[in-house]
């Protein structure tokens, strides 16, 4: 076992759960969205994915931003059409989309690979849309946010 790995596990023991007290979405999300690469202590970090990714308030909770909002717009879009779909797939679906929810002209995906938040219009990458989409694309596109396979290690889950 690692050095950085049980500094993780003694600090997890010694927070009594705190890592365990995130919003389960936070926990599923943030690794499949490669928000979480060198920093083994991520759970514990609300830099990493804050609330905000969804919510309003940084605290969480409602209201929720349009990023949020287009979440569960997904979750219901998809039930309508008899999916009964997970977080991980309802996000993947909602990134494939191409949507732009806080319509400040970056697509949703492209503002998770630059890590800007895609429900807030204040927060946008620098750089033009074109050149950060060649980059998407030659990076994988939204298929490197897919959700991770069942029992192992997928796209999401690297």
Known sequence: MSAARRVTLA????????ALALPKYRLQAAPQLHLTGGNDLWQL????????????????????????????????????????????????????????????????ALEVFARTLPG???SRPERPVADLQAEFGAAGGAAQFAPPAPGGKGAGNK
């Open 11 to 18: 600090l997890a023991a010694l927070l009594g759960g705190a």
């Open 120 to 122: 807030d219009p204040a």
């Open 45 to 108: 970090d609300r830099r990493v994915m804050p609330c905000t990714y969804c919510h309003v308030r940084e605290s969480g909770g409602a209201p929720w931003n349009p990023f949020g909002q287009a979440i569960q717009a997904t979750f219901r879009r998809e039930a309508q059409a008899g999916r009964a779909v997970k977080f991980p797939q309802a996000l993947s679906v909602l990134l494939e989309s191409n949507g732009d929810a806080d319509g400040d002209g970056y697509p949703d």
